[in-house]
Structures are given as structure tokens and as C-alpha cells.
């Protein structure tokens, strides 16, 4: 099932009441219905058109929100995708500079940008590596950063056929050790310093790279995880928008954890998270819950949306945890 859902801008500025109420200020505006398991939702800018993907197929599905008549969110068509089996789906991505085409994958060696309208692929990663891959995004209209499992990133010019920058692999130390990144806001269009591209191991381990070089990472932490997560496609990790230095990751358990990157080295020490988000463990106590995924607000600096494995949804705020010494 897919929802479209509004949360109005006035409940989140404290002027009408402080807290947020799920009858007043989340309001389900379309819906639909997918046959198959969607692991990937991504809205195509500027259009009224999404697009999802998951391990059940091979294929992209292109849906599209109804007009002010109705209230469905309808499919329309679907874009072939060499999808690797259940375990290696089709990741992908959209961009606002270009939203005629879609960034598409499961393995560095079948990454396409595709034409949505003629279902055309105007471009290959010229890549023969069958690494499966863990993300993909757009830097502008003609850049992209590729995450494979491994934890190597590839950073990819459409301009030129042949420019395509790898980084150093990142070792792991485990079998099975599997990897996801995140890449800051500030690159998709607009210049940044420091490190831009943060990294997530399934063992909790985090690298912070510059995009500007990332050959070897800026800095290395070894985060605090009671496990390792099994699930390693609903490992996620973000950086805040509009708060310097400062990222969160989920999918190891039923939290959300943020930590503040600022004095990390690029020697990995153990570091502790300035604030865990523990809502979803606690409505459901008991439960072994997963968070399924979590999104920055793109103009409240600290409020984010969360999601978990029983279908719950959460909108929250967060302040730092003060220290105790």
C-alpha cells in the first residue's frame, strides 16, 4: 500500500500547540495498492508521478497521484530493471535538476539512467564489478555516488563515458558485513566542505568520507549497537540537514540513534549517540521491532519522521542529552 500524507507546516512551529495529534495534523491525501513488497518509494520532483521498487520484481513501477477528483495513486507503467533475485532488488533514485529520468541498479555492473517517458536507458555505468549495490543518489543533473555492500563507493560523470572514481574498498573485518551510505543535502546542488558521504556497516561501524577525495575517510567511529543487524536493507543512516556534523542511523533495533560527528578522528573509537529516539520500542514493549527507515524535516532542524516494522509512523522532535559528569 502507498499513502501520500501531509503534515500541516503550522503544527510544527509551537504557535497553535506544542506536540503533534494524529486527528489534526495527519491527513491521509491518496492511497493505492501494490501486488508486491515495495522496499523503495521515491517521488519523481516536479511531477505528480512515484516510483517504487522491491525484491519481487524486476521491474520499476511507475505510479501516478490522481487528479483533485479522486483520492488514488494509481500504476501507469513499469521500467525494466536487471533486478539479481530477493536478496539484490532494484535500488533508486530521483533528482529535482532532472525529472525526466530515473537512476536505477542492483549491481554496479547494471546501473542505467533511464528515460521515463521512452523507457530508454540514456546511460551505463561503464563498471564490470557484479558487487550488489546499497545506494544510489544523485549529486546534480550529472553526478551520482554509488554505495555497494561492501562499503566501496563509486562517484560517476554522465558527461564523460569513461569518468568513474572508485574509492579504496572498505575492509570488512566479518563475513557478511554489509554497508549503506548517506550523503549530506548540501551536495545536490550547492558546494560543502568537510566530510559529505557517511557510511554504515551492519556491524555498527561508521566512516565519514569528502567527496572532494575519498580515497581514504576523513574519520571513523565505531557506533553503539547491541547487535548486528540482520535485516542490513533497512539500514539507514542520515545526516541532519541543518545541524553541522550531526547524523542518525536505524534498522539495527527499534530506535533511532544521533550522534554528533564533530570531534570524531580518522582512527575509529567507540562513540555514544546525544540522543536515542526509543518511541516505537515502547508502544509496543516486548516485540522485537525494527525501524524500517527515518527522513530528516528539511526545514525544522530537529524533527524527524520514523517508521517501524509494525506499521507505526512517527513524527518527533529531539534535544541533546545532557551530560551527567
Not at 511531477?47 to 524486476?58: D, V
Not at 536515542?276 to 522485537?288: F, L, V
Amino acid at each position: 500500500m502507498c499513502l501520500n500524507s501531509r503534515i500541516p507546516p503550522e503544527s510544527l512551529n509551537g504557535q497553535v500547540k506544542k506536540g503533534l495529534c494524529p486527528e489534526r495534523d495527519f491527513k491521509v491525501e491518496h492511497g493505492g495498492f501494490s501486488d508486491c513488497p515495495v522496499y523503495s518509494l521515491k517521488h519523481l520532483p516536479n511531477t505528480s508521478l512515484l516510483l517504487t521498487s522491491g525484491p519481487a520484481e524486476n521491474s520499476i513501477q511507475v505510479w501516478e497521484t490522481a487528479a483533485e477528483d479522486s483520492d488514488a495513486i494509481k500504476p501507469i507503467s513499469n521500467i525494466y530493471a536487471e533486478s539479481k533475485g530477493e536478496n539484490n532488488w532494484t535500488k533508486i533514485a530521483t533528482t529535482s535538476t532532472n525529472s525526466s529520468c530515473v537512476l536505477h541498479g542492483s549491481a554496479v555492473n547494471n546501473i542505467h539512467i533511464t528515460e521515463l517517458e521512452s523507457k530508454k536507458s540514456v546511460y551505463k555505468l561503464g563498471e564490470n564489478s557484479s558487487d550488489a549495490i546499497s545506494n544510489l543518489n544523485f549529486l546534480d543533473c550529472c553526478t551520482f555516488l554509488v554505495c555497494t555492500v561492501k562499503g566501496q563507493l563509486y562517484l560517476a560523470d554522465t558527461r564523460e563515458a569513461q569518468s568513474v572514481m572508485k574509492s579504496r574498498a572498505t575492509p570488512s573485518t566479518l563475513s557478511g558485513e554489509r554497508w549503506c551510505m548517506g550523503v549530506k543535502h548540501e551536495l545536490q546542488g550547492v558546494s560543502t566542505t568537510g566530510p559529505s558521504v557517511a557510511s554504515l556497516s551492519s556491524e555498527g561501524r561508521m566512516t565519514l568520507t569528502d567527496v572532494r577525495n575519498f580515497s581514504v575517510p576523513v574519520k571513523r567511529a565505531n557506533c553503539s549497537i547491541q547487535e548486528p543487524g540482520s535485516n542490513w536493507d533497512l539500514m539507514c543512516i542520515a545526516w541532519a540537514p541543518l545541524l553541522d556534523d550531526s547524523l542518525s542511523i536505524s534498522g539495527f533495533n527499534g530506535t533511532v540513534q544521533i550522534y554528533d560527528s564533530k570531534a570524531w578522528h580518522v582512527s575509529a573509537a567507540e562513540v555514544e549517540p546525544i540522543f536515542i529516539h526509543k518511541g516505537h520500542a515502547i508502544t509496543c514493549p516486548g516485540e522485537a521491532l525494527l525501524v524500517t527507515a527515518h527522513v530528516w524535516h528539511p526545514c525544522k532542524p530537529r524533527t524527524l519522521l520514523s517508521s517501524a516494522s509494525d506499521g507505526s509512523l512517527h513524527v518527533w522532535d529531539w534535544k541533546e542529552i545532557q551530560s551527567t559528569d
